[in-house]
């Protein structure tokens, strides 16, 4: 069962996909993830989730104060599952669940969109494009300055990508899951 863990939301159950082979991010890793990020920043703030799958990180920074969210996941039964789990915890005004493939949504969508504060990037463990996932999303989403970009991914692919105007802001290791946090610097 995936549950919210904090906020307005907290304790109301998710829906997953019967027989998909989505892995929903952790409660522990969601929780410590927003451990990471002080509470204090999410409040009021634009979010975004990259291969969204259910949805739960999304809802969980809605869940949490964030202004809005918005989901990009390529399933359109995932994507209706989200729409569905936003209903069920009421957050479906703060949200924009947008079906389409990731990469290709990068090139199409954010040029004209406003800023992100948090991205929060979940592809699929064998995600065979990984490499060139966060130079794109950097290059194609507005992240405002002191913003976060995390990625997470399995603990034995090592994450080395330098990304221009940001910072390694840490590397969080759960067993078989590692989160790599980014921070935006300030542009002049």
Known sequence: MLRVIGGKAKGRFLKVPKGSRIRPTSDKVRESLFNIIPPSFIEGKRF????????????????????????????????????????????????????????????????????????FIDPPYNFPKWKILLPKVSANVSIFDYGFLIFEHLSKVSINTEIEDFSLYGKYIYGDTTLTVYRKLKVK
């Open 48 to 119: 975004m989730e990259l291969f969204a799958g259910t949805g739960a990180v999304g809802i969980e920074a809605l869940s949490r104060g964030a202004s809005h969210v918005t989901f990009i996941e390529s399933n359109p039964g995932h994507s209706k599952m989200i729409y569905e789990n936003l209903e069920l915890c009421d957050f479906k005004d703060s949200a924009e669940v947008i079906c389409a493939d990731v990469l290709k949504s990068l090139d199409k969508y954010f040029k004209e969109k406003p800023g992100y504060d948090i991205v």
